[in-house]
């Protein structure tokens, strides 16, 4: 086995993990790897094994079998070298209710043995001006930005997100992404879990889909979307209706679907099939009412895959 640090650009190393409670295999035999400064997404429906595969990897569940390495130390093996290094935030966190943000990250740094200054850390995540507030009187969205400022109390090289932002309304979780993608900007490598298609796409340099405790697809979004048979669909008006069999064998159109608005054609290369389809509607003389081009998302990639919906 290569030792992680002979490749210094892979901060965590994931071999053969599993995990099995009684008769349930919550992780099932899955490896890969993490690259220094990337955002690494987890992705994949609740159950599906996601929360488990941290928990090995931060070193707070011993794996049925397997090994995990962070920063080029074993997770089992050394625990404590790598949780002085990394940053977690669990899906659920309980706050001492009496004590304010300030105090509850000054308490939190003395378990380290590097820290941040609370202030510096509250004004990261814009809740300076609650440092002598209590947590139980901050917003839902606030509360998930403090929960993530108390993951960098130690100054972590790597930081672990499980569902940051389950429970917000959508404004609050596009305000928790930017912090999110101001933490890698800084420099840190973070690894997050999430259910939500359009967060893994917005803020991962690469995802690994996982369902049933396997890794059943793991690359950037672009390139998992473009592994799709048909990654575009591209919608016209009812007046084509009577020419789906001339749409059917325009360049790149794997098939054409007749519709109650008009015609869907599932294309292999939208930038071959519309140039195409607009030749074709000069030449026949036609005029669309409607003409759009939908790209295919990981909603569709995790149902090509595994055959049943991401939100299930």
């Known amino acids: ?15 053969d993990l599993s995990k099995r409670y009684e008769d349930l ?40 079998k397997g090994r995990t390495t962070v920063l080029g130390f074993d997770t089992q093996r050394e625990p ?8 977690v935030q669990l899906q659920a966190s309980a706050y001492f209710d009496h004590l304010t943000l300030r105090e509850i990250l ?3 740094g003395m378990f380290y043995d590097r820290r941040v200054d609370p202030i510096e850390l509250l004004e990261q995540v814009n809740l300076a001006d609650r440092a002598d507030t209590t947590v139980n009187k901050l917003s839902g969205g606030q509360q998930q930005r403090f929960t993530i400022a108390a993951t960098l109390v130690n100054d972590p090289e790597v930081v672990f997100l499980d569902e940051p932002t389950t429970g917000l309304d959508p404004q609050a979780r596009r305000s928790l992404w930017s912090f999110v993608q101001g933490i890698n900007g800084a420099g840190r490598t973070v690894v997050l879990t999430t259910h939500y298609m359009e967060e893994a796409e917005y803020l991962c340099d690469r995802i690994a889909i996982m369902d049933q405790g396997r890794i059943v697809a793991l690359d950037t979004p672009v390139n998992l979307v473009r592994s799709l048979p048909v990654p575009y669909q591209i919608k016209v008006g009812p007046e084509c209706l009577d020419a789906v069999d001339e ?61 049943h919906a991401l939100r299930e």
């Open 80 to 87: 404590q070298k790598v949780k002085q290094r990394i940053g």
């Open 247 to 307: 749409l059917r064998v325009l360049a790149a159109v794997k098939e054409a679907i007749s519709e109650d608005t008009g015609v869907r054609l599932l294309s292999a290369d939208a930038s071959i099939t519309v140039p195409a389809l607009m030749e074709w509607a000069r030449a026949s003389g036609r005029d669309f009412s409607h003409l759009e081009v939908v790209p295919s998302n990981l909603e569709d990639v995790f149902l090509s895959i595994t055959g």
């Open 1 to 15: 086995m290569t030792d992680p640090l002979d490749a210094p650009d892979i901060i965590i190393q994931v071999d």
């Open 25 to 64: 295999r919550a992780v099932d035999g899955i490896t890969f790897a993490v690259e220094r400064g990337e955002v690494f997404g987890i992705l994949g429906p609740n159950g599906a094994g996601k929360t488990t595969t941290l928990e090995c990897i931060e070193g707070l569940v011993e794996p049925t």
């Open 106 to 108: 000054d308490l939190f």
